[in-house]
């Protein structure tokens, strides 16, 4: 199912493991040569500012390619524009494909955009008419070929879209039921996110997902965001107003539990994070916690606000001044000490270097000389 | 099973290796910036309210008064710099603490307040704008060099260029400009020229070398920013403005290429793209129908993937030359 080969996309990953030791100074230059030979991977990831580039120049070469299209279509009714960006989507998407399947593109910059601009065309064409149970429609559709593009291309922003077209999807299924859909709404949506996070801590821990851990990851992030989001009293108190009818106005006790949960979960992800020394969990439960403090301001205000920021700063700084002082030893698992600086620099730019003469693939050297016009360069325009 | 594990059991990696590496995997987990983001927002939370707080009561604080402690506050900030700092040396200095960065920036900054506030609610240098700015300037310069500090040094250039009347900030730079004024244009480029021949300078004579990345930012963004706003606005001679970019850009790529600098490549091809689309569609609009748009679109299809081949091509050049 995957776009890239197995061998590929494996020995990257080691190729990166290798690097991050090397660094570490675990393993010596000539372990990490030998490592990085036998493990020689073809997949194109260009310079980080090169990246950038390409993104931008292909996003120039798929606007003005679609304006072309549609001067030489002509199309001028709501239909004919539908028929357009469909054609564009599947025409982006097959671009996709062939310069994968030819020039082994991998976060290039190139096929990120293409994805993208498949996507937005995709979107474009559900929303240029107006069907019956349109955006219903268009988020299960959404969930679901982003789904694809992450399985193929294995790529974490496609997991994150897909999780939050699936959480659109169940989100306006429950308007559409009903005063009881809309009262439960909250809870199907923590289901939501509780179960969608339990399958990808699953897949997390399973070896033959390798190269889904990080898209797992991501959409976990996410997951946690979200559960909180869909118990706190700002968001159903105002959310409802807008979607729901007024019929479906929060029961007085229905907010109590929203008020305890919108305050509880934060500290109870902190605190999670802190005895499994996870820093996501920590730093989700910091952001979330400040949320829950805006959220308690929102309807009930004590003092003005620049009182209460003095407050929280002078709270903040003393706090973590203590954290400074307290963890200058390695305490609880936890240091101060910090380990990108351990990192000799001559040493970063040395693992570079190996990394460059060694873990190429042969087969790709000659694969790219400037000007020749191959058939995958033209990818964009090729299959109008 | 592991990765490591699997390397070992190849023969890859020795046991004594895999122990070292288990035992990385279990050093106790760095919150070093997590911390330090914290102390940022403490800092940036209880200034700013102090900020409003002052701003409310004014009436009653006065300003003399607000005035002499953000100068006494500058003053302490200045004395404990000079106090713990390492001796100059034309190399690259190490800051003595992590806190000593922090409180030379809070004085550099402190001291922008101070001059900024004492001419306007005073009027200190009367009508003399530029005095206002070029002191602080030449205390920033001085402080960036002496203290060994690339954020004060970036204060400083901005300094410079709001002395000639030019807004530098990355945000501010394209919105914040009127770029039809012909003298900004002019000081655009003699500035931006002024500073990449300073960056040349400060790497030939290797006097604290590492700021030559950024005067030789500063220097392009502005030289090429000014020389598009040129030849945009002087259209009946663009062409002579047009050839100044391209000869710029063929020193900047040139100078990128044999430096190994991904990122002066990239602007550089980017900003001759945008000149060179100018000219381009300045000559199809010449073709009175309607075919100039087609043609128009051809040539950002054919460009965007001409350009794309050819970064790929020097990236693959410039990382082999890194093996080197």
Redesign the interface.
Known sequence: MQAYKYNNLYNKRVQQKASEAFEAQSIDAEAYKKILEAHPSALYTPNFFIRIALGLLTIVAVLFSGLLVWLISGASNDYAFVALFMFLCIAYYTALELLISTKQYYNAGVNNVLMCCSIIFLIAAFFTEDFANNDILTSAVMALFCLWLCIRFTDGFMAILSFISLYIFVLLICQKTGVIGEAVAPFILMLLSAVVYLITTAFSKNERLLFYHFSCKAVRLLTIILFYCSANYFVINEGGKKMFSAAANMPAAFGVIFWILTVLIPVVYFIYGIRKKDLLFIRTGFALFIATILTIRYYYTFLPAEIDMLIAGIIIIVISYALIKYLRTPKHGFSFENTNRNRKELLNTEAVIIAQVFGKSNAKQKGFDFGGGSSGGGGATGNY | ?D??EQ?HQ?N???RQ?LD??KL?QQ??????????M??Y??????????G??VY?NIDTIGHTAIIISIGLTCLACFVYCFKKANKYAPVKVESPNILFDYILLMGCLLLLTFVGYLQYQYNVFGNLWGLAVFIPMVILFFCAYYFDHIGVLSIAITNLAAWLGITVTPLQILNQNNFSDERLIYSGILLGAALIVFSIITMQKNIKAHFTFTYKNFGAHILFIALLAAMFNYHNIYLVWFLAIIAVAYWFFNNAVKKNA??F??IT??YAYIAVSYVIIDLLFAIPDTSA??L???Y??G??????????????K???D??I
Do not use: E
Request: aromatic share 14%; proline share 1%.
């Open positions: 099973m990765i490591f390397l190849q890859f990696i020795t290796q070292k590496i990385q050093q106790p987990v760095s919150v070093h910036w997590d911390i330090l914290l102390l927002l403490g800092i940036l939370l209880a200034t700013t309210a102090l409003i707080l409310k991904f990122y490549l990239v091809v980017l748009v087609y128009g679109a051809i950002f299809i460009s965007g993937i001409a350009l794309i081949r050819l970064l790929m091509f020097y990236n693959k410039l990382k082999q890194a093996s």
